[in-house]
């Protein structure tokens, strides 16, 4: 419903007469929609923003004490980082511009985004739409969230300088180029694909590159031994927790700002539709998956149920509209599930996943993406399923290649000696506890 | 102020034409109220679920920390069994539907909400008040927000499914039928009992749940011990100050959004009014739970001054918008000493809470209930203390008859084995701070 | 562009007609404006608010564990008597009132603010800017700002009850007094002086104060012996850079919301740019810190890092609606290479700043207040270090002042033993992990 569907809104609204402030009632312009379209996206804005935060701390609560400096560095380093990329090359080569392009394929390459200053310029003049400082700032966070995605993946064992010239690439170029695939109208909005707010744009792609990451870096040390898996249980449970929520409380900013229009009562109705359907999504993916450790495991296990929760969300991610609340709660259990069965086959392929990032955002991804027809209209499970193939492969591939040669380079894994001591006291010599001693 | 205002608004807007989305600026339905209502209703919903995160730290903080891990599981499990079980059953319920009812006393029941999707349906099309979907997404909130209290009284010592089953009749069954009394046109509103936003509705039946619970479950083994009370001090102040910030950001989506109307001028306003009394009510309580434990104690109380400014806000909820600020300070400051009062107080009757939840919200939820009429015209004393007695009758009753027949079928205390090793390893194999070793 | 912008920008909306809320199209006075920017003040007065948690995390975690609950407990203690003092005092002190007042320099005295109901009076009345309530909400939080920053420098020494009166002093009176310079329309925004959000009358205030106070308490024992600096690591690094991203949340309500009007299409616009902006200096300062401290130490320090964005954000808050995306980059850049320079220097002045305030509040303010006649016309560098110098010196002689007599009339540091043992266990008898043994 992105952007192709925005200009198709756009452009049912009645012209608008150029700028006249004139309070004149009868021939007054109406302003509105426009300001409520900028306001969804500065509200939806900040709500994936925080989203970072909810990363940073949901990552920093399932590492070992020794690497949690390390994994909040690593978080808010690459938002920072992807903030500067986006503007710097990403927002124009994800919305065809003015340079160079290759028309559905490969936006504007290299304009930094608004040297002039964003605002009341041209595409905003024309009043009929929102501000592009606002759907900037919306757009910038999607990119940084697909960052945050690899970071929980790869944790306890990159080296932090690789990690984040990936971090580079990824949201200066790969996210930017697939995410114009659909949102940019490239050839799969083209081909009739559809990915409200980003189940595979976002989280999948995220998943793909993180899953790259993890096969050209290796396991960490003593995780998998003798054919069994060693648990490394997270340094604190607190934390992880308040990270879910920090990421559930974004989820609404993150789907409902992807209705990209709040000015009609049309649209705001969606708006809400979109926030039931995702609160409903993720507590039922958090539902299911404690109904199913208490099943397999008879004991239920809080970490399973906060990816549970997370893998509701990203499976409502693809089509956060069309469904029903009952909609919502199957497809979101049906994300809990999958997160409770895909954690251990992962590891039994001796992929090492550090925080489940892989099951919640690749493979729920999938399932969100691949569920959207039962619901929306005009959609098709072929269809679906190359557009997450596209996007899969050419995110893997490439990130595939940028992960071998930035070995090759430079080396992406810390020695040996350095993982057992922890990332913290080697490569930035501060402890995020220092006081609480090691039981 | 909600529903039955709510509909006498709605009623005094002119009644708009059918939809119609043409720009013709003269003959235009003003669809602007339609979203701002819609738009308040979605704030005020993510900052009132934002406050289960809130519950889940403060509890999570103020729990020894072998039971940390148990009492996140069951902050994100009660959320999510809310979210069901209100959609399920709740919401229709506590708003008279189309089902079968008993008018004033009960709603319909088992007739789940929105089969159909949410959204542009017949309630909606009428354009002259908000988005049903947003709506039942600010209402779900609250529901989830009355079982949060009873989970940090309980804490320690209860098991997890019985407990969770608990929250499933209370927020399936309990909560919605005391709430349509007053909020779905019931008798007590007939009768002309104001609560505003919830100090009996939501804070009150919270405690009243909790306190049933209490009874049943008896305090923690060692808690009282030769006429003494035994200190047991929570595991992390930090979390806990956290998480009272955090319900204090939320709470004024609570009250605010419980004007339940933001497209008049009035309204707006009104919300504004409400915002300010209670973030004044909340410091307050703070500054008056601070000065008197250096009275009492000689040493403020980080604790106290914490539930201090819940207790403040508490306090304020049932009439949040006439008082002056002078009026909001010294209602919130009442709220602040009643804590410091009541806790030990509660210790003396040897009911064990552990995070204070009973005085927070039954007691200051009874203050706030009782001093609505000095500021709020058209309300009578002898009222208020008829519906917090009605209130606090029914959900109290039910509950104490739900728990008892819970510890009936399968028992809803752990062994004292597990209670002295904490729940964390006995129920869920899976500690909150592994690494950090005990003092 | 505080009120003074605002009077014009009012001033240039047609003339409404008197309160009319009849659906007549044609007739009908447009009272969006006022909705709209009421509604700003509301969601940036709640983002401002979350700024308290922000600090209270941060200092929390960078402070040792033995002074936890006593930096806990300043914060939320801190901000409940600005709310106070400001309703109280400040208000009416900052904006020119009824009272007994010197134009330009100070405003009207006791006068608390709207013991009648904050509202629909007569400022509301005439519909032409916003909600009086939310006017105060908003501004309230500014002061309470002011405040947070000098805990942190003060903290792990200074008495709490000395350090309480000090912030009733500085919310009632000094922060009012020198922000009603500008914001109150006194003789410097007379004088052209720009101060957008406040990186002088707030930020750099807040550091001076602290300034202040570092100045007669002295430093912790211990910090600097036999002229090395010894360091005193912080005991939380998880809480401290959640601290961060949740200044940095709030930061987008602290600037965008100094806008003060949202109901056109400019001014939504205008938001906007602020929110991006704002969010490029916050990454930028984080950057540069990173890369700073990884040239000049060889490893990335995360509390720079940290340090580094909230530089970021002061820098651009004296002016963040001007400059283009680069210019919020290069501005916000250059704060953070102030604050990698800044911290040691002041350790080789001797001056114990536990959590780095007045490098990030005081000298980035500095840079970000002289910076802005770079983009925005009508401004000039020597009225901006006039107006800098004023409200600094003001501040820092006048809490000079009070911390001289507070030290005199009842002492403001904890003994030697009590600073050694830790404030929370002397002055409280409560520790913040009491499970988690000292390393």
Redesign the interface.
Known sequence: MKLTNTLLLAGS??A?PA?G???D????????P???T??L???G???V??M??GF??LE??LV??KN??MQ??K???L???A??MY?LVGFNLMYPGDGWTIPGLLGALFV?????????DAA?AA?DYA????D??FQ?MFCATTASIVSGTLAERIK??PFLIFVAILTGIIYPIEASWQWGGGFLSEMGFSDFAGSTLVHAAGGFAALAGAFVLGPRIGKYKDGRTVPM???????A??G???L??GW?GFN?GSQLA?????D??????I???T??A???G??AA?LLT?LLYK?????M??NG?LAGLVSITAGPL?????GA?WIGAVGGVIVVFTVPMLDKMKIDDVVGAIPVHLVAGFWGTLVVPVYTDGTSFITQIIGFAAIGAFVFVVSLIVWIILKGIMGIRVSEEDEINGLDMA?????????????
Chains 1, 2, 3 share one sequence.
Not at 322 to 326: E, G, K, S
Not at 428 to 437: C, D, K, N, R, V
């Open positions: 609204m009645a608008l700028l402030f004139a309070q009632a009868a021939a007054a312009p109406d302003i509105n426009y300001i409520f900028t306001l996206f500065l509200i804005g900040f709500l923003f925080w970072a935060a940073a701390m920093a609560g070992r004490s949690v400096t909040l560095t978080n808010i380093a938002f920072s980082i903030a500067i503007w930094p985004t608004s040297l002039e200053p964003v605002g009341l905003d009043l501000s592009v400082g606002s900037f700032f910038l932090l300088w249980p997270g340094s604190n449970l607190a934390l927790t308040l879910t929520f920090i559930w409380l609404f409902g709040m000015g009609t009562v049309g705001v109705t969606d708006v809400s539709r926030f039931a359907n609160n409903m993720a507590a039922a958090a539902v404690l208490q004991k239920p296990d809080l970490t149920v906060l929760a069309d469904p029903t609340l009952f709660l490569e930035l010599g501060m402890e995020a506890y220092p006081e609480f001693s090691k039981g």
